[in-house]
């Protein structure tokens, strides 16, 4: 009966690990496409601002239409069933993805533009698949079950940005490009679609009063700034999601101008950042919660985040791969556990909207921060670092501070309510 269980589970894993790992495999070549002279999508002679802007703005047309989409396809899986959706879902990111291909090999970045308009729109099947676990378990079962999705998280994001690298490298295979990554994500989502129409079955009744919008994503930010239970909480999950943001997108940039890192050697470092955010939520984040509250473990990350990022720039090569664990596990103990506090703060009737609240927050987050790490790193390579080390400490003073204030709030058990509630994400 239990080996029945895992096998209903095994497409939905293969679902998140394989989107993950869609969205990593593009990651380590965005920087070497805009910022480098050999296989730049823009022309040789392009200036370092209007580089970074590109950069930036690729960056933001995905976040922005996934700000959008996510809401809107979640709803649109209560109306019309998870399944058709998933599909919709798989095939929406697979055309982005071929158009995106299609973009770099004209070497024309409005086409790349709207590619990743494409897949960021429909970059929804995570949340949905998680729903979809989250309606086949039981009661005794659902911890369990949900946890398979950091493990899932972790793996395609280690393995991701490897695959995105070495399918860039001419010199392993001659027909190999800048092109290929996004292709090969294409094949991924495709893939998917195919594992879920052949096994997977419908898990909720359709329902026609569920109303469409797609300013859904608007509405819910707001509500997260507004509403007086979790706004500070908001703010607090806004700031430290920034404080990660910058220092994963432009930490790529600073590594192509200071150590000249091309395809292979941002994979390589892209899967060093999912490997330590798998160390973080499975080993370390055990550790924490066994010691102290909640409240105070984000508290101390953050200040650690922010410490570690501001000298990012007084290290060399070597010495910032160490520091780099300073940043990393930090923000995955962070994120985590803010997930939890803010469930902890609303009632059992209001987790789905809570949810909702802070994927909103999120996604805002990284759309903003991909806007800036396109042009702030114009007034020195030190400051988006050093403004992300900021917006770290800062979240840790405005949460110590709210903690101070609630006596009252309760601190439930972080194991259960972490892998129950959160989705660990890495890019969001």
């Given at each position: 009966?239990?080996?029945?269980?895992?096998?209903?589970?095994?497409?939905?894993?293969?679902?998140?690990?394989?989107?993950?790992?869609?969205?990593?495999?593009?990651?380590?070549?965005?920087?070497?496409?805009?910022?480098?002279?050999?296989?730049?999508?823009?022309?040789?002679?392009?200036?370092?601002?209007?580089?970074?802007?590109?950069?930036?703005?690729?960056?933001?047309?995905?976040?922005?239409?996934?700000?959008?989409?996510?809401?809107?396809?979640?709803?649109?899986?209560?109306?019309?069933?998870?399944?058709?959706?998933?599909?919709?879902?798989?095939?929406?990111?697979?055309?982005?993805?071929?158009?995106?291909?299609?973009?770099?090999?004209?070497?024309?970045?409005?086409?790349?533009?709207?590619?990743?308009?494409?897949?960021?729109?429909?970059?929804?099947?995570?949340?949905?698949?998680?729903?979809?676990?989250?309606?086949?378990?039981?009661?005794?079962?659902?911890?369990?079950?949900?946890?398979?999705?950091?493990?899932?998280?972790?793996?395609?994001?280690?393995?991701?940005?490897?695959?995105?690298?070495?399918?860039?490298?001419?010199?392993?295979?001659?027909?190999?490009?800048?092109?290929?990554?996004?292709?090969?994500?294409?094949?991924?989502?495709?893939?998917?679609?195919?594992?879920?129409?052949?096994?997977?079955?419908?898990?909720?009744?359709?329902?026609?009063?569920?109303?469409?919008?797609?300013?859904?994503?608007?509405?819910?930010?707001?509500?997260?700034?507004?509403?007086?239970?979790?706004?500070?909480?908001?703010?607090?999950?806004?700031?430290?999601?920034?404080?990660?943001?910058?220092?994963?997108?432009?930490i790529p940039i600073y590594?192509?101008?200071?150590?000249?890192?091309?395809?292979?050697?941002?994979?390589?470092?892209?899967?060093?950042?999912?490997?330590?955010?798998?160390?973080?939520?499975?080993?370390?984040?055990?550790?924490?919660?066994?010691?102290?509250?909640?409240?105070?473990?984000?508290?101390?990350?953050?200040?650690?985040?922010?410490?570690?990022?501001?000298?990012?720039?007084?290290?060399?090569?070597?010495?910032?791969?160490?520091?780099?664990?300073?940043?990393?596990?930090?923000?995955?103990?962070g994120y985590s556990i803010?997930?939890?506090?803010?469930?902890?703060?609303?009632?059992?009737?209001?987790?789905?909207?809570?949810?909702?609240?802070?994927?909103?927050?999120?996604?805002?987050?990284?759309?903003?921060?991909?806007?800036?790490?396109?042009?702030?790193?114009?007034?020195?390579?030190?400051?988006?670092?050093?403004t992300a080390g900021a917006?770290?400490?800062?979240?840790?003073?405005?949460?110590?501070?709210?903690?101070?204030?609630?006596?009252?709030?309760?601190?439930?058990?972080?194991?259960?309510?972490?892998?129950?509630?959160?989705?660990?994400?890495?890019?969001?």
């Amino acid at each position: 009966m239990k080996d029945h269980k895992y096998l209903k589970l095994a497409p939905l894993f293969l679902v998140l690990v394989i989107d993950t790992m869609g969205m990593g495999i593009v990651f380590p070549i965005l920087v070497p496409l805009f910022m480098g002279t050999t296989d730049s999508i823009l022309p040789l002679g392009t200036s370092a601002a209007t580089r970074q802007f590109w950069y930036g703005a690729t960056l933001v047309s995905w976040s922005v239409l996934m700000f959008i989409g996510a809401p809107f396809l979640g709803d649109l899986s209560d109306r019309m069933g998870r399944k058709k959706v998933l599909l919709l879902a798989l095939g929406g990111t697979a055309l982005g993805f071929a158009i995106s291909a299609f973009g770099v090999g004209l070497k024309n970045v409005w086409v790349l533009m709207l590619g990743r308009i494409f897949a960021g729109f429909f970059a929804g099947s995570q949340p949905i698949a998680q729903a979809v676990i989250a309606d086949i378990s039981t009661e005794q079962d659902k911890v369990h079950n949900m946890s398979f999705i950091i493990v899932a998280n972790c793996l395609g994001f280690v393995f991701g940005p490897i695959i995105g690298g070495y399918f860039a490298d001419s010199h392993l295979i001659s027909w190999f490009t800048f092109s290929t990554p996004f292709y090969a994500a294409s094949v991924l989502a495709i893939i998917n679609a195919a594992l879920l129409l052949y096994t997977l079955r419908e898990t909720v009744q359709p329902k026609e009063g569920v109303k469409l919008s797609l300013a859904r994503g608007i509405i819910v930010f707001k509500e997260a700034f507004t509403n007086k239970k979790i706004r500070i909480l908001s703010l607090v999950l806004f700031l430290t999601e920034v404080a990660w943001a910058l220092f994963f997108l432009y930490i790529p940039i600073y590594q192509v101008e200071m150590y000249h890192y091309d395809n292979i050697n941002i994979a390589h470092f892209m899967s060093y950042l999912g490997l330590l955010f798998a160390i973080g939520l499975t080993l370390v984040i055990r550790i924490f919660v066994k010691l102290m509250r909640l409240e105070l473990i984000v508290v101390i990350m953050m200040i650690i985040m922010g410490v570690a990022e501001s000298f990012i720039t007084l290290t060399n090569e070597n010495s910032l791969w160490i520091l780099t664990a300073f940043v990393t596990i930090p923000s995955a103990l962070g994120y985590s556990i803010m997930i939890t506090v803010c469930s902890n703060a609303v009632s059992a009737q209001e987790q789905g909207w809570i949810m909702g609240i802070t994927s909103s927050v999120t996604a805002a987050a990284f759309g903003l921060s991909s806007a800036a790490a396109g042009t702030i790193g114009l007034f020195g390579a030190a400051v988006p670092f050093v403004t992300a080390g900021a917006a770290a400490v800062l979240s840790a003073i405005i949460l110590y501070l709210w903690d101070k204030k609630n006596p009252a709030h309760t601190h439930r058990n972080l194991l259960t309510d972490t892998n129950t509630q959160s989705d660990a994400t890495l890019t969001e």
